[in-house]
């Protein structure tokens, strides 16, 4: 089984967001790049899917500048085989996506994984616009999978529950916390280190796939308002500060 991981490089969750040239560019000097929490959810299950089924192999696969290298190697670290970076700046989901699928209709896989969304961007977007591009099914978010043979049994997320799905492969899968949970979670170790230096990672050019979206500008949240501490004695203090600050009662 052939089995793609579709990662997506996202700034470390404590960074401290600021933008550049008038607002319309992120500040990403200094900032440390990771991997999509939700892609690291699929590639374990990639990963203990390959386990389960010898001769499975799982590359990752990434749309962006030579600068998401590291990130890369971090997976190659963590077990995929070898890696693909589509050699583009990546500038929204329908031209990530859009890149995606003129790679793999070249390159068929048994099974794509992408995260249900990346936690920069917050699109949502590549798993299902993937699907719809390939003209094969795609479940996200999905929370469970496995797979026999050729058929997948999948639970997805719906709006006040989840749904038992089976599918043929090939399909798209959109991961999060659920399809692995957070203890399995692989650490990269010394030799998985040194091994990904000398995994393949092949660099191919973009297909000219089109973004859909313009960044007028960026803004961040409103600063947090100070803290007030209430004596836990003075709840008429409570009560009026929650009607007449927070309003909230
Ligand atoms: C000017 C600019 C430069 C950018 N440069 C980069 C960059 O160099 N690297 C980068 O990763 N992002 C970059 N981004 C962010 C990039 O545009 C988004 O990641 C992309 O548009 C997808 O949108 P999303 O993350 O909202 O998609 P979502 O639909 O939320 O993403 C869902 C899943 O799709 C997959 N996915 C998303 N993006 C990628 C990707 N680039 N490659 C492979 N799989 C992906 C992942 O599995 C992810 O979990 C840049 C954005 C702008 C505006």
């Not at 961040?220 to 004695?233: E, S």
Request: one cysteine or more; hydrophobic letters at 40%; a negative charge.
């Amino acid at each position: 089984m052939k089995i793609l991981v579709c990662i997506s490089s996202v700034p470390d969750t404590t960074t401290k967001i600021s933008f550049t040239n008038n607002n319309t560019a992120l500040q990403s000097n200094g900032v440390q790049f990771i991997i999509n929490p939700n892609d690291e959810f699929g590639l374990t299950k990639a990963l203990h899917i390959k386990e389960a089924n010898p001769g499975t192999n799982v590359t990752v696969l990434h749309v962006g500048p030579n600068s998401s290298d590291p990130v890369i190697r971090k997976a190659l670290a963590i077990g995929a085989d070898d890696a693909v970076r589509i050699n583009v700046e990546a500038i929204d989901p329908l031209q990530v996506a859009g890149e995606i699928a003129h790679y793999v209709k070249a390159n068929p896989y048994d099974l794509i994984i992408t995260g249900k969304e990346s936690i920069d961007y917050n699109g949502a977007i590549v798993a299902h616009a993937l699907g719809e591009m390939l003209g094969i099914p795609s479940v996200s978010p999905c929370i469970g999978l496995s797979i026999n043979g050729s058929e997948a049994s999948l639970t997805g997320v719906v709006d006040g529950g989840k749904e038992e799905l089976t599918a043929s492969l090939p399909i798209v899968v959109g991961g999060q916390k659920g399809l692995v949970e957070e203890k399995d979670l692989r650490i990269p170790n010394m030799r998985g280190i040194m091994q990904a230096r000398t995994k393949p990672l092949n660099v191919v050019e973009a297909s000219g796939s089109k973004e859909a979206q313009k960044v007028v500008n960026y803004d961040t949240p409103a600063p947090k308002a100070a803290c007030k501490i209430v004596d836990a004695n003075n709840v008429d203090e409570l009560v009026r500060l929650l009607q007449n600050e927070a309003k909230v009662i």
